[in-house]
């Protein structure tokens, strides 16, 4: 087997956890051997060479890796394997509903893995924390989509988190969720980024117990009325990506987000009215608007976000044409202009938030 000084075996403690990034190549061939293996942790690079077959280790319960490899062929048959956590967006493996012991399973490409596998995942009734992505979007993938619409809803007794797309590259189109997802009700964590609907579902407001949500969609319509009641939520994440360029107006009254400390929306044609007694225990607050924003179109209402918690106010400037970016020197007084109409918004009834206000080239999500 080869070791480096990074790594160490504790074999009455049934743990092995290895780490260096400077490690271009791992040979585990040998780790089979270890019977007593409970938890098994590797970040290396690039290639990790592991056993094809790892099923003499029957008391495995935990595989983190960071790293390029694949899963092995009988990792099926391990009966104690409950956190199986892959950076590198490895396949389904056949049979994945045999693991029935299985609370947190990360780094899986649905996309590449195959339609049966995906309906697999259903049979995971133990199954608390689920984090799927795809490293491109390619040729049909309807049916792909279908079936892990049908295992999310089979599992809506056990699920805690659900992460699709987070940090991936490429959007996917899934509004037909909209009608046919049946969300597991007693989510606290849904992290949609990638994954676009038309307008935000109906169904995200049966999510009662929901503390983090991010969503895009390409318009805003009524919808954010629909998070806005979440009694729990905490921390929001919204983009809408609109493809008409029509500006749209949301009124947020003292009666909605009673909960919520986080809020960031990344929405170039949306704009904000903050009624008396919004966003009572706001903290932090993200926003990103157009270079060419109309003047009527500047949020509305600053005063009446909470002083007391607000700390920090992060507003961010994009040109969606292109060329008002931080590298172009020509347009220095604009930028100017643009930041101090900001700073006048914003400082004079939150003196004591941190403001920051940065300038992008273009608008990106």
């Known amino acids: 087997m080869v070791k480096t000084m990074a790594e160490y075996w504790q074999q009455s403690m049934g743990h092995y956890h ?16 270890l019977f007593l293996l409970r938890y098994l942790k590797i970040c290396v690079r690039k290639d990790l060479i592991i056993p094809s077959k790892i099923g003499e280790l029957q008391q495995l319960e935990t595989i983190e890796i960071k790293g390029r490899t694949f899963l092995p062929s009988d990792i099926v048959t391990l009966p104690r394997l409950s956190h199986l956590s892959y950076s590198n967006h490895v396949l389904l493996p056949d049979e994945i509903g045999r693991l029935k012991s299985l609370h947190t399973l990360r780094g899986v490409d649905f996309i590449q893995s195959s339609v049966e596998n995906i309906k697999g995942l259903g049979e995971l009734t133990n199954l608390r924390e689920l984090e799927m992505a795809w490293k ?29 797309g987070s940090k991936c590259l ?66 929001l994440r919204l983009y809408i990506r609109s493809v008409d360029k029509r500006e749209e107006r949301v009124i947020i009254s003292g009666r909605e987000f009673r909960a919520l400390k986080h809020m960031n929306l990344e929405c170039p044609y949306l704009s904000l009215v903050f009624q008396v007694g919004a966003l009572p225990k706001l903290e932090t607050l993200l926003m990103r608007c157009r270079y060419h924003i109309s003047a009527e179109f500047v949020p509305v209402g600053i005063e009446n976000l909470p002083s007391g918690t607000l700390r920090e106010i992060r507003l961010v ?17 604009d930028k100017a202009a643009v930041r101090s109409q900001l700073m006048r918004s914003f400082w004079p009834h939150h003196p004591s938030a941190n403001i920051t206000i940065e300038f992008l080239s273009e608008f990106r999500l």
Not at 201 to 223: C, F, K, M, N, Y
Not at 317 to 328: E, I, K, L, N, T
């Open 170 to 235: 490429q959007d996917l189109w899934v509004d037909g969720w909209s009608s046919t997802l049946t969300p597991p009700r007693r989510l606290h964590k849904l992290d949609l980024y990638r994954c676009e609907f038309q307008k935000i579902p109906q169904w995200i407001a049966q999510l009662h117990e929901l503390d983090s949500l991010t969503l895009s969609v390409r318009e805003a319509a009524d919808g954010v009325s629909i998070v806005a009641g979440l009694p729990s939520l905490a921390y």
């Open 136 to 164: 491109f979007v390619k040729g049909a993938v309807n049916m792909r989509v279908d079936a892990l619409c049908s295992s999310i809803g089979k599992l809506s007794c056990s699920l805690r988190s659900l992460s699709i």
């Open 18 to 33: 290895m780490s260096d990034w400077r490690c271009e190549r791992l040979d585990l061939t040998d780790i089979r051997w």
């Open 317 to 333: 400037v994009a040109d969606c044409f292109g060329g008002h970016g931080d590298d172009d020197n020509g347009d220095y007084n």
